[in-house]
């Protein structure tokens, strides 16, 4: 069993940043792939970021010269470091470690960019 738990929502400005965290415990060594995920209200889930363990990247073209996702392996923590947000990244955000066909999930946090 995987255990995630994500941190750093908020509040922000347009334009603003904030840094999410996921951080990792249980059987942490089975996680091939970690993402992140959002769900706007009224909308379906959406892929934001995903990195592999070998330290590969991909990201949605909405946040593409924005996002930046990143792992620390020592402390089993995924970061997506949020920049120059728009109110249409308002969403609750997710993260998600993937091992073949097993997925889990954490609760989600909830990031909301109004003026």
């Known amino acids: 069993q995987v255990q995630l738990v994500e941190s750093g929502g908020g509040l922000v400005q347009p334009g603003g940043s904030l840094r999410l965290s996921c951080a990792a415990s249980?059987?942490?060594?089975?996680?091939?792939?970690m993402g992140w995920y959002r769900q706007a209200p009224g909308k379906q889930r959406e892929l934001v970021a995903f990195?592999?363990?070998?330290?590969?990247?991909n990201y949605a073209d909405s946040v593409k010269g924005r996002f930046t996702i990143s792992r620390d392996n020592a402390k089993n923590t995924v970061y997506l470091q949020m920049n120059t947000l728009k109110p249409e990244d308002t969403a609750v955000y997710y993260c998600k470690g993937s091992h073949g066909v097993l997925d889990y999930w954490g609760q989600g946090t909830q990031v909301t960019v109004s003026s």
């Open positions: 990195i592999t363990s070998e330290g590969s990247t």
């Open positions: 249980g059987s942490i060594f089975s996680i091939n792939v």
